[in-house]
């Protein structure tokens, strides 16, 4: 049987899966309105899960599945992972100095700067997943990750906060804020907490962990049909057990819980197995066009669109800015404020095509 490594190492199931992942990412983050927006398309006030609360541990979840593609390839040579480990800390460090270039806009406060966001907890995600794939086997990583959940979920119920002599996990109010408040530099997201915070930082490292199991799953020597099968009762069960541990531990984006993890990566799971039977195995690719396109060049798609809200979102015509001005059109012609606003964004998403298919057309995959 063919090593599965040492064939064509690019999933363009994952690349699609990356791709619309990236563009919801955008929908939600650039609404027309956001006095206007459709309850699943904002994140979850605290407890609970939405579409949107999706996005986000996807993203992480690829970024595993990515690593393992990257590296085993290089791993089977075993020659010095030096090279490998300058190269993970340079792309970690770029990742994240893009991240703090965009908190910098549009007026470069650096007394009131943010040092956190999405690029910041993706180049920590990959950094430290990266390390623990070329020095760890899978049942290490699976261990790793387990253990991080567990004493997380301990550590978060058993401990109080300071100052309030009890357990919380109330926003502003719980273990990982107070660490935050403590440790956490610059401003934060939410003023008394942040949900790329200091703490929920490790159970984001286990979401890139599942993702990295997945990814050795779909580099094994099951048949391709095997692999789907596996991907997706894998991906069953561990939803399942994230949910009935959210019971005791609710499932919770802004603190990140061990059964968000949970519930968040079957989720994952699942979806990259249809969508891998779909298009890998069947070979439907023209509705899937789009997603590829966006995801050969995902992280600088989501820089360019938080370039390009500098324009759409914040500089006035009139009294108002563009966006306003053409959500308040399509509410004179009929349609709903909340439909308005989500066909702005819809719009939105396609001006930030534009540039990711000439890329694509051009075979140009910029990569931080």
Excluded at 120 to 146: E, S, Y
Excluded at 230 to 251: D, E, Q, R, S
Excluded at 290 to 312: H, K, R, S
Aim: glycine residues 8%; hydrophobic residues 50%; charged residues 10%.
């Amino acid at each position: 049987m063919t090593n599965p490594v040492a064939e064509s190492s690019r999933l363009i199931s994952l690349d699609a899966m990356r791709g619309f992942t990236i563009a919801v990412m955008i929908i939600v983050n650039f609404p027309g309105n956001e006095e206007f927006v459709y309850a699943t398309l904002m994140h979850s006030r605290w407890n609970g899960l939405t579409f949107t609360d999706l996005v986000a541990p996807f993203f992480l979840f690829i970024v595993g599945v990515s690593i393992v593609f990257a590296f085993s390839k290089r791993m089977e040579t075993k020659g010095s992972k030096n090279d490998l480990h300058k190269k993970i800390v340079i792309r970690s460090l770029k990742i994240f100095a893009v991240g703090m270039f965009l908190n910098m806009l549009p007026d470069f406060d650096l007394g009131n700067l943010r040092w956190t966001g999405t690029l910041h907890r993706i180049a920590i995600v990959f950094l430290v997943c990266a390390f623990v794939f070329l020095h760890t086997n899978w049942k290490q990583q699976a261990l790793t990750g387990a253990l991080i959940l567990i004493i997380y979920w301990l550590v978060m119920t058993l401990i109080p906060t300071p100052g309030t002599g009890r357990v919380v996990l109330e926003r502003g109010l719980n273990l990982a804020a107070w660490i935050d408040q403590q440790y956490l530099p610059g401003k934060m997201w939410q003023g008394t907490w942040d949900p790329e915070g200091i703490l929920s930082t490790f159970p984001s490292i286990v979401t890139g962990i599942t993702g990295m199991l997945a990814g050795k799953l779909m580099l094994s020597h099951f048949t391709p049909n095997e692999k789907v099968n596996y991907m997706v009762t894998i991906g069953l069960f561990t939803a399942a057990t994230g949910y009935f541990w959210g019971l005791i531990f609710p499932v919770n984006e802004n603190i990140w819980t061990s059964s968000f993890v949970l519930v968040t990566s079957g989720f994952a799971a699942m979806l990259l197995g249809a969508l891998y039977f779909l298009v890998d195995i069947l070979g439907y690719k023209n509705g899937t066009k789009p997603g590829i396109i966006f995801g050969t060049n995902a992280i600088m798609v989501y820089v360019l669109a938080d370039i390009f809200a500098l324009f759409f979102y914040l500089l006035p015509f009139g009294q108002k800015t563009l966006n306003h001005h053409v959500v308040d059109l399509f509410i004179s012609t009929g349609f709903a404020p909340k439909l308005a606003s989500l066909l702005y964004a819809l719009l939105f998403v396609s001006i930030n095509f534009v540039p990711a298919l000439f890329l694509y057309r051009k075979k140009i995959f910029i990569k931080l």
